[in-house]
């Protein structure tokens, strides 16, 4: 949906850029409503559904950053915390000492944040006059990175420590 949603937005159909994304959105929901109803879940999912996340939001915010829809320092904000995010898990698991994936409340609302910024961005200059709300949106994600983006960087820290004192101990 990521590339759709891209076109869309350089061609400045932004009804349709709106659909997408709403759609890409909703469909995440109800195949995590799904997996957790019909007690499908998975260790390759619990990995794959949170990267999936930050591909989407983050092309999102690329393609809209890319065209001036939102401040660039906000896509900067959004796709540094999912990059590093990203880096600490892939970096732990190639070091043998791979952190459990365990989404928190505080990177759950960082991406309902994202996806209502974003979202109501793209409406905005669809058909809707949002201004008034898009403002605290855009706050609101832009703190809720910062928050959980420091709140995993310290578990990853505190689970390598972890790590460290228990093979210094084994070893």
């Known amino acids: ?12 159909n932004m009804t349709w850029a709106f659909w997408v994304f709403f ?16 007690h499908q879940k998975s260790e390759l999912g619990k990995s794959l559904d949170p990267v999936a996340d930050k591909i989407f ?3 999102a915010a690329l393609s809209l950053g890319w065209y001036g829809i939102i401040p660039r320092w906000v896509v900067i904000v959004f796709v ?15 070091v043998d000492s ?3 994936v365990e989404p928190h409340l505080l990177g759950k609302t960082t991406t309902g944040f994202q996806v209502f910024y974003l979202g109501f961005v793209v409406l ?3 058909e809707y006059h949002l201004r008034p709300i898009i403002h605290p ?6 703190l809720f ?27």
């Open 1 to 12: 949906m990521a590339p759709v949603f891209f076109g869309l937005v350089a061609y400045k």
């Open 23 to 38: 759609i890409g959105g909703l469909t995440d929901s109800l195949d995590g409503l799904l997996a957790r109803l019909l």
């Open 57 to 59: 939001l983050s092309s």
């Open 80 to 94: 540094t915390r999912d990059i590093l995010l990203i880096s600490g898990v892939v970096l732990l698991k190639l």
């Open 98 to 100: 791979p952190i459990p």
């Open 124 to 126: 905005n200059i669809s």
């Open 137 to 142: 949106l855009q706050v609101l994600s832009v």
């Open 145 to 171: 990175a910062f928050i959980s983006g420091g709140y995993y960087i310290v578990r990853g820290l505190s689970w390598v420590q972890k790590e460290k004192n228990g093979s210094s101990r084994h070893g």
